[in-house]
């Protein structure tokens, strides 16, 4: 495989005077209490001293926050990383990825030397799911140490994988490890596998979680791991590096997470109804214009537009219109006529469809 094909592509632009639909957080943007804490911690200059190592109120807080034991949580700074330490903690000889997925495990793979195995979920009725031949192929493919990674909801799709199948996937692959990518749980129509009792989980399942899309807050990097393994947990710690969680993302979420948790909740369920308002307005209008929409249980929306390749449409957007989406034929499984876009506000929504219909006159018909 040619390196060109698996450099690292992801969304988001740093210009603040384009509309970006290309990164999936929040609509309705940042609570007040995060911003007050963030406020408040630089004013303290949390900044001139080391947070705390074990970062004990951190993982208090976040534990209080999602009602689990803290002595199942560990730190990290976003998913992201999350994700490399459990690859580089495992060491497994095979990485197994449901696709399409977003992440560059064929870089990782190649860091450690393991082989990388693709397994797409099928299309169907536009929507992709896991059907059991997949799950046979995951089992078939899957030796001893090998780790399974799967998002759901899934990005780029937006669809979910159902929670007694990653239990059942879990319980087979006695020898092999699961990672669930669970980073937009709380914006769909999804409930936590953390809401399982612990008792009830298998020590090879991995739950990778963050704050970062929840809450609007990319640039505050704070993620976490939860395991209900012992020996997981204390693999995790002993390959976290030292003081990963900045002083700012420690201060400000410990204090918001544990003394404004009813508040948050109340903002993540004002949050979660608003998406699927938008997403079904929004689906509609796309549909109306004959771009197909695939089913989404999330706060973005994946799109098959044939009339124009992805990317052009990307630059066509920005050009003309000052929009951001995100070109998704880098997603393995997905074509150059594939992109995804995120649910924003009503009047940004509808901007956005103004664009699209702009460019299916000046390109042609879907």
Not at 187 to 214: D, G
């Amino acid at each position: 495989m040619q390196m060109q094909k698996i450099m690292r592509f992801h969304g988001g632009v740093q210009d603040k005077n384009v509309l970006d639909f290309s990164v999936n957080v929040n609509p309705l943007g940042v609570p007040k209490c995060i911003k007050d804490y963030i406020s408040e911690c630089i004013d303290e200059c949390v900044y001139e001293r080391y947070p705390d190592y074990e970062y004990k109120n951190l993982r208090k807080a976040i534990a209080n926050f999602f009602e689990v034991s803290e002595t199942n949580i560990v730190p990290t700074n976003g998913a992201a990383e999350a994700l490399s330490l459990t690859i580089l903690a495992l060491r497994p000889r095979t990485l197994i990825v449901l696709e399409p997925s977003y992440g560059d495990y064929e870089l990782m793979s190649r860091a450690i030397g393991a082989k990388c195995i693709h397994i797409t979920m099928t299309e169907l009725h536009n929507e992709y799911v896991l059907p059991n031949d997949s799950m046979k192929e995951i089992i078939r493919h899957a030796k001893d140490n090998s780790l399974i990674i799967i998002n759901s909801p899934n990005n780029p799709t937006g669809s979910i994988v159902e929670l007694d199948k990653i239990l059942e996937l879990s319980k087979c692959l006695k020898h092999s490890y699961i990672v669930l990518d669970e980073v937009y749980a709380e914006l769909s129509e999804y409930t936590s596998i953390i809401k399982v009792p612990p008792s009830s989980l298998p020590e090879n399942l991995i739950i990778v979680k963050s704050f970062t899309k929840i809450f609007a807050i990319p640039g505050i990097r704070l993620g976490f791991i939860y395991v209900t393994s012992e020996h997981l947990r204390e693999l995790f710690e002993s390959v976290r590096p030292a003081w990963n969680v900045s002083s700012i993302a420690e201060c400000a979420l410990a204090n918001a997470l544990s003394k404004c948790k009813s508040k948050l909740w109340s903002y993540i369920e004002k949050s979660r109804n608003y998406i699927a308002m938008e997403r079904r307005r929004l689906t509609s209008m796309l549909q109306d214009l004959g771009i197909i929409v695939y089913n989404s249980k999330t706060n973005f929306l994946l799109l098959r537009h044939d009339f124009i390749e992805s990317f052009k449409l990307y630059e066509y957007l920005l050009r003309k219109f000052r929009i951001a989406i995100r070109p998704a034929h880098t997603f393995y499984g997905l074509t150059k006529y594939h992109s995804r876009i995120s649910i924003k506000s009503k009047n940004e929504n509808m901007y956005l469809v103004e664009a699209f219909r702009h460019a299916i006159k000046n390109f042609g018909r879907c």
